[in-house]
Nanobody, 129 residues
Framework: QIQLAESGGGSVQAGGSLRLSCAAS????????VAWFRQAPGKEREGVSG????????YYADSAKGRFTISRDTAKNMVYLQMNRLKPEDTAMYYC??????????????????????WGQGTQVTVSS
């Protein structure tokens, strides 16, 4: 059974940092496209960052560029999202996702939820002003 489990969320003040982690059982992240999405109350799920299986494409939402960094540790089978200079508008539930590595032609394709087959339950990030 394939499961993804996020951790590392919490409550921080604006300007602070968090590192989200995603652990997988039943799949190897190195064999998949992986991404982080977030969803705030009343809003659609948004692709925050993603990386293709071979690392050819990396995606960051405009709101994340320069502040967030996605990484994959193949030895530990973990995916991370380092989030710096957090803002109140970053408050959301954050989800890790893994998708079958279908061909990509552009980085922004990594932000499409339909490309992902497996999802975690989410970890809450709350940023106060």
């Amino acid at each position: 059974q394939i499961q993804l489990a996020e951790s590392g969320g919490g409550s921080v003040q604006a300007g602070g940092s968090l590192r989200l982690s995603c652990a997988a059982s039943g799949l190897t992240f190195a064999d998949y496209h992986v991404a982080w999405f977030r969803q705030a109350p009343g809003k659609e799920r948004e692709g925050v960052s993603g990386i293709s299986r071979k690392g050819v494409f990396t995606y960051y939402a405009d709101s994340a560029k320069g502040r967030f960094t996605i990484s994959r540790d193949t030895a530990k089978n973990m995916v991370y999202l380092q989030m710096n200079r957090l803002k109140p508008e970053d408050t959301a539930m954050y989800y890790c996702a893994a998708g079958t590595p279908r061909p990509l032609t552009a980085a922004h394709h990594l932000a499409v939820p339909a490309r992902y087959d497996y999802w975690g339950q989410g970890t809450q990030v709350t940023v106060s002003s």
